[in-house]
């Protein structure tokens, strides 16, 4: 689209109100969640998510833009609900660690759909796995069982501590019982939890983390089809939650598991059935959505001894919701910073003046 | 996609290079014009175009995902050339002015493909007006009299300066003559080009600015089926450079215009069908893109006499090439500001240690 305002209209006296956009940086997110709790923060994210999930059938739910190469992927994922818009810049390099450089970074946008004009732009690495945990507490709310108390994760990387609150703030599982190849990762896991009063047992193999555990987090990152869980890792009334499976050819999870489990809830199912477990399974093998449980139109557990799965890989409503939430707890604080990311000239068909300078 | 790193690798000592993005705000880009020229920066603005347009081929032309509603449009336009990837957020909201807001506001980033961390965030109502203008200096290089002088502008708002400016800069079009239905506009224009010396003819009809043009640039902004230019207007040896037809239901010339010229030549064939003038021509009718005159494998004036077209509607490339140029001038320089966009922990599977605090 050309700029080109060309014709007669109003000149305005003075600038809009938006040309400053705030800009809620990194360390603007941290300081958020030591300002408010990292739980409460999570737990007011899954009330969020949870009225997003319930507009569910009014959300545009655009396909996301990804532009491949051999060794990663750039994604633009745009999600709006008719007032507001969003966006999210993500990448995915698994070569990048060995660099030093983050696998996946995250940057987006939250927008007022009636000027078109940004409301935030924020960092997004930190927003997504706050939002990633809440989408598995919400989900876990829904499908464990009410007694749940144990959680096993399986992995220990940079998911594992917003998972581990996310599931305690939500659910009250207050025993975590860890595996991951790299025992320094749930060393570091023990590290972040322990001073929030959250004891982590530090297992030597998958079989030990899964001793008595009620919910099972599998967040593992290799890109590769691999079967961290088996089918006789299962036991009755267990509920799966799957984070690291989520693109084409990267599973965590054995076939036999996903035919073995009664049920298994997604958050929107023709993106799934291309990104997450059930990659591994025909497309017509029933899945339900998570809207469908939240409206009462489908269950998540039918019985204490039924064995589920939530299949988790990201949808771009909870980016939608991570953001709504951080502008309305941030907006007008001193955790966000103006940024002069909007043109707007004191008359809105002069451009050029902005050229002048201070 | 989940945020989950969790196989083991390497652990870096220290964060990216990249934890900080710079950021061209607005100041940014208005500092870089008065610090290099602004004819200068369009000019090399034209040979980056050609440059990238030369490499047209092999270009990543994405389709634009358009969200709208009824009272206006956000666009997200990505584009990659397999090395840098680069998107603009921009929206068009025809309401904005009696708001005081601005019709377009755009901003985007420019990104590295090989490791997917930004590079640059950028303003990009600016930068969008200068890719504009550096858009139809490059076409009018290859489509006008090399003779020409006389620039006429149908339209004196925010693009009409950068325009005559970069027509000038490449062409060596001197003499304006610029009509507005607001006189005010024509005024504000003379006030931005005569300290440049670039003489203003304020023309008070279509048809007095046309008198003794050589180039025609008509930038328009009515949301609506126009007719600025008639066939009557036209002259032998002509050029047009039509801006303002850029969407949907938007054009400025009438077709027997476009039925009149000798030759049409657009950016993207079946992008300019939908949005630009030749939406009102049967889509068998012939036409030329801009890659085809550049490479010469199409002519963009067969003679003296011919009539000639530039049927411009903004093309992402354009984009990628002014962020390119931006990125290269503005670099390490205090014109950009860094900001904590990138959550680049120390170790890179330990994303919580983020919260620790400074």
Redesign the interface.
Known sequence: ????????????????P??RVP?L???GV??W??RDG?ETVLARLVTALEEDWSRWDRV?K?PR?A?H?A??????M?V?D?EH?A?K?????PG????????????G?Y?D??????LL?A?M??L??LR?AAMSALAAREMARPCARVHAMI????????QALALRAVLGLDQVRAF???P??VE?LRG?LAPRGLSVHAAGSVEEALEDADVVTT????KARQAVLRPEHLRPGLHLNA??G??PGKTELDPGVLTAVDRIVVEYAPQTRI?GEIQQLPAEHPVTELAEVLEGRATGRGGPEEVTLFD???FALADFSVLRLAHAATAGTDLV?P???????P????????????
């Not at 992995?155 to 917003?162: D, E």
């Open positions: 689209m050309s700029s080109t305002p060309d014709a007669p209209g109003p000149r305005a006296a003075s600038p809009g938006s040309t800009l940086d990194v360390p941290a300081a969640l030591r990292v545009e655009s833009i532009s190469t060794i990663g992927v750039i994604e633009l745009p709006s008719g818009f966006f810049y993500v990448n995915g390099h990048n660690p060995a660099r030093g450089l983050q696998t996946v970074t995250a940057f946008a927008a759909v009636a000027t078109g004009y940004p732009l960092e690495t930190l997504t796995a990633t992995g220990a990387g940079s998911q594992a501590a917003f991951d190849l790299d320094a990762a570091a972040h967040c593992t990152a290799a984070i690291g989520d693109c990104e988790s890989v990201g910073t940024v002069q990311l909007v043109a707007d000239p008359d809105p068909r002069d451009l050029f003046a902005l050229l002048q300078g201070p």
